[in-house]
């Protein structure tokens, strides 16, 4: 049986990186759509990827009303998919992210649909910008403690990954990393997507939470290479951008125990969140608060 596949691009200030991703996939001539996904950018990628991408057989380029974060915007585009395509395969795929073989979209979905009881599967990211090392693909759900510690500034418990290898290179696990996964279209909707509750940060444990309370498997297959070309530079340079993405970050994390995990973790939680500040803070007071320019 032959199955129909949408590659959700999303992309914000990023044309550069979306037309690399979205030209791979193209030279690939496969019969895929590509919806490339314009979060509202403020400059001009939605303008540059349309006229770049008018005509091209199989990519379409749309924009959302807002930026409402990486959920809503790749629920947007996998929606377009199934409305106007009818697929049953959607994959996410972040515009920094590299196919460098057709064999590994085909194997992906080959693993996701010989397993009836699979919905998400994804392979192994390496990145090209450190020397091709390798990041991690999976992990375990956090524990209730892993969850308020894992939000420190500084002690961070790390992630767990128990994954459970159930074939040669390939891995039962509780987390997909989400630059790059494939998912089954209809099951995925039926789950409700991604939690568009959070803006950006703890999407993946999220998934995974509401995977695992529905009886999903998600799957790794190592054997699958491709480039997560993330490039690890400094976003937030004011003091003001340090602790709004701070405190995102916390929202998120708040959102993730409340809703999964329980609500005495909210205390917990916010002391961590005042502890982080006062090392934004405290960093800022040290490294550049005196600095002369």
């Known amino acids: 049986m032959s199955h129909s596949l949408a590659i959700i691009v999303l992309v914000y200030n990023s044309a550069g990186d979306a037309r690399a991703c979205v030209d791979?996939?193209?030279?690939?001539?496969?019969?895929?759509?590509?919806?490339?996904?314009?979060?509202?950018?403020?400059?001009?990628?939605?303008?540059?990827?349309?006229?770049?991408?008018?005509?091209?057989?199989?990519?379409v380029v749309i924009q959302t009303g807002e930026n409402r974060g990486y959920s809503a915007g790749n629920n947007f585009g996998i929606r377009y998919a199934m409305r106007e395509y009818g697929v049953d395969t959607v994959s996410i795929m972040n515009p920094d992210v590299l196919i460098t073989e057709v064999s590994v979209l085909d194997c992906l979905m080959q693993l996701l649909w010989s397993h009836n009881d699979c919905l998400v599967v994804g392979g192994q990211p390496?990145?090209?910008?450190?020397?091709?090392?390798?990041?991690?693909?999976?992990?375990?759900?956090?524990?209730?403690?892993?969850?308020?510690?894992?939000?420190?500034?500084?002690?961070?418990?790390?992630?767990?990954?128990?994954?459970?290898?159930?074939?040669?290179?390939?891995?039962?696990?509780?987390?997909?990393?989400?630059?790059f996964f494939v998912a089954k279209a209809e099951p995925f909707a039926g789950l409700g997507l991604l939690d568009e509750s959070v803006f950006l940060y703890n999407e993946e444990n999220i998934l995974g939470m509401r995977c695992r309370r529905a009886g999903w498997k998600l799957l790794i297959d190592k054997n699958q290479v491709y480039y997560h070309?993330?490039?690890?530079?400094?976003?937030?340079?004011?003091?003001?951008?340090?602790?709004?993405a701070s405190r995102e970050g916390y929202r998120s994390r708040r959102y993730l125990a409340v809703s999964y995990y329980s609500t005495a973790l909210q205390f917990p939680l916010w002391c961590m969140e005042a502890i982080n500040e006062a090392v934004i803070f405290l960093g800022w007071l040290t490294h550049d608060a005196f600095r002369k320019n």
């Open 24 to 59: 791979q996939l193209v030279s690939f001539g496969r019969d895929w759509h590509v919806v490339v996904v314009d979060s509202c950018s403020s400059d001009a990628s939605f303008d540059v990827l349309s006229r770049a991408y008018a005509g091209t057989p199989n990519v």
């Open 229 to 244: 070309n993330h490039r690890n530079v400094a976003r937030y340079k004011t003091l003001r951008q340090k602790i709004a």
């Open 126 to 179: 390496v990145n090209h910008l450190e020397g091709d090392n390798a990041w991690p693909s999976s992990w375990t759900l956090p524990t209730d403690r892993e969850v308020v510690l894992n939000h420190c500034l500084i002690h961070h418990s790390g992630r767990r990954d128990d994954a459970v290898e159930v074939a040669p290179e390939i891995y039962q696990v509780d987390c997909v990393i989400g630059c």
